[in-house]
T-cell receptor, first 114, second 116 residues
Framework: QKEVEQDPGPLSVPEGAIVSLNCTYS??????FMWYRQYSRKGPELLMY????GNKEDGRFTAQVDKSSKYISLFIRDSQPSDSATYLC??????????????FGQGTTLQVKP | NAGVMQNPRHLVRRRGQEARLRCSPM?????VYWYRQLPEEGLKFMVY????????ESGMPKERFSAEFPKEGPSILRIQQVVRGDSAAYFC??????????????FGQGTRLTVV
């Protein structure tokens, strides 16, 4: 079983739709939860991160973490064609001994159609 | 302030040759992470280095792969005697602080290695 599971999609939605992207994980030591966006042939770009449980909002993006269920989500409101990319969830531990290395999900490919 | 610079962006090697991938971290960053992305897969951690030290190499294959981050100059990921299975995109990320959960890590554009 992979430490982080993410449905690779592809996910296709019309412009303006609300997009929901999700990951599950198995390691209860994870404390930092990140979402990256990766355009084709580019490096990952950090969208937002959450420490421990809770919600975080940044413009059209909302990240949610449910540690009891080991489940994280990224919601994109009013999706735009420019949001078409691969979205990667990533996780990391915390505290002494934590090196900051990231454990990534497989990535979900999103296409927003005009 | 330039971002994380990786070169070359594309590298073609024949089976059995050596591949050297370079990563110059952002100014002021002294921590470098290397990740590998195989086709249709997420990024896999390979190694974490600070200047002149390998801190965590738990993701590095046991043979043919090595990494360094000298006091001066870029970090180097070296793959000896490449095989077709080494074909992938290799990304480096740099961070100013130790172990900040990856929240301060910035990625380069990657080097795409093709082994023919």
């Amino acid at each position: 079983q992979k430490e982080v599971e993410q449905d690779p999609g592809p996910l296709s939605v019309p412009e303006g739709a609300i997009v929901s992207l999700n990951c599950t994980y198995s390691n209860s030591a994870f404390q930092y939860f990140m979402w990256y966006r990766q355009y084709s042939r580019k490096g990952p770009e950090l969208l937002m991160y959450t420490y421990s449980s809770g919600n975080k909002e940044d413009g059209r993006f909302t990240a949610q973490v449910d540690k009891s269920s080991k489940y994280i989500s990224l919601f994109i409101r009013d999706s735009q064609p420019s949001d078409s990319a691969t979205y990667l969830c990533a996780m990391s531990g915390h505290g002494s001994g934590n090196t900051g290395k990231l454990i990534f999900g497989q990535g979900t490919t999103l296409q927003v159609k005009p | 302030n330039a971002g994380v610079m990786q070169n070359p962006r594309h590298l073609v090697r024949r089976r059995g040759q050596e591949a050297r991938l370079r990563c110059s971290p952002m100014k002021g960053h002294s921590h470098v992470y290397w990740y590998r992305q195989l086709p249709e897969e997420g990024l896999k951690f390979m190694v974490y280095l600070q200047k002149e030290n390998i801190i965590d190499e738990s993701g590095m294959p046991k043979e043919r792969f090595s990494a360094e981050f000298p006091k001066e100059g870029p970090s180097i990921l070296r793959i000896q005697q490449v095989v077709r299975g080494d074909s992938a995109a290799y990304f480096c990320a740099s961070s100013p602080l130790i172990g900040q959960g990856g929240t301060e890590a910035f990625f380069g554009q990657g080097t795409r290695l093709t082994v023919v």
